[in-house]
């Protein structure tokens, strides 16, 4: 499916370089979403299916990094392409382009599962115990809806995980989108100097994400949990350091968020990685879509809400607002990390 998504999402880009109404740019929005939407779910099984759990951690790690450095190089592309062609539709096309000629290598790269290829499964190839323990915990030949209500829908675990996932979106939301027109308005900044510490909140969460990985495979032998509690807890104690320093100096309101990105990106990573290890081995994609649902719903929270809680408590409201949501996320944790047997 990762390769059909990514062609499709290659036209859809192409489309919008041949689109001139609103209404088209409308729907071609939308489907562009849909068609990013239905990629990481197979996504998250092929991880599963080829990669170990004592060695999924850093690789999940990896392929998160991708995220952020296409995203960061994703706005000097286009401005290169339309600044050497001159027209704005080129801003869409090599996008596109390069979308398309990616999903046609992962249509003859990507594989199925080690079993289509003659291959033995991962953990047995790797040895890994706990993989091992995972498959012999997931019955074979169950139908979809019986993994998904069983293993998924009746499952506690996945639960608590879907309640920290949905308040770390909120947190990352509201300290990637808000904090420019915070120092803006109420410092009197810049905008230059505002932005830019967006850009060292996304440096941490890039080096966040990458030492979470390795730490979780290496350091805490495959527990996502205890990892993601230890970057918890360094969150709650830089974000309540935030009042405290925002005054003081640029450098180290720059320095805090840094390292918030950092403890932030850890827990956000670990979860989308955590989910695969508490439900049916089969059941990766599953998992994955049906928790990506919530995530984009505790962004969504950091929209409009943010707003009307702004309007009502002011900026002191939207601290607090996040300053809960990395409570609830570290507590989340606390919960996985005591119940989940690896």
Not at 54 to 67: D, F, L, M, S, T
Not at 184 to 198: E, F, M, P, R, T
Request: charged share 10%; net charge neutral; with cysteine.
């Amino acid at each position: 499916m990762t390769g059909p998504a990514l062609i499709g999402v290659g036209i859809v880009n192409i489309l919008f370089g041949f689109s001139d109404s609103i209404t088209a740019f409308y729907i071609l929005y939308a489907l562009n979403a849909i068609l990013q939407g239905t990629s990481f779910p197979p996504m998250a099984k092929i991880m599963a299916s080829w990669f170990s759990k004592n060695e999924r951690g850093r690789w999940w790690a990896i392929v998160e990094a991708a995220h952020n450095i296409g995203g960061s190089l994703a706005p000097l592309l286009t401005s290169f392409a339309i600044a050497w062609s001159g027209s704005w539709k080129m801003g869409f096309y090599v996008p596109g382009a390069i979308s398309l000629i990616m999903g046609i290598l992962a249509l003859i790269m990507i594989k199925d599962r080690p079993g289509s290829e003659g291959l033995p499964s991962v953990g047995e190839w790797r040895n890994d115990p706990t993989e091992l323990a995972q498959v012999k915990a997931s019955p074979s030949n169950l139908g979809f809806w019986e993994i998904f209500f069983k293993y998924i829908l009746k499952n506690p675990l996945v639960w608590v995980i879907i309640v920290g996932d949905l308040c770390v979106y909120i947190a990352r939301t509201i300290l990637n989108d808000w904090p420019q027109i915070y120092y803006v308005q109420a410092h009197g900044w810049d905008l230059v100097k505002a932005n830019s510490i967006i850009t060292w909140f996304e440096a941490g969460g890039l080096a966040g994400g990458l030492i979470a990985g390795y730490l979780s495979d290496f350091l805490f032998r495959s527990n996502r949990w205890m990892t993601g509690l230890m970057f918890a807890l360094m969150l709650c104690v830089s974000i309540v350091l935030v009042p405290i320093v925002q005054d003081s100096s640029y450098v180290l309101t720059a320095c805090l968020f840094t390292i918030m990105g950092f403890a932030l990106y850890g827990p956000h990573m670990l979860f989308a990685v955590g989910c695969l290890d508490v439900t049916h081995k089969d059941a990766a994609g599953s998992i994955t879509g049906f928790r990506g649902l919530f995530s984009y719903v505790g962004a969504a929270l950091a929209g409009v809400p943010v707003v009307m809680i702004k309007n009502v408590w002011a900026w002191d409201g939207v601290y607090m607002y996040a300053l809960i949501s990395i409570l609830i996320t570290t507590l989340s944790l606390a919960i996985l990390a005591k119940f989940h047997r690896l």
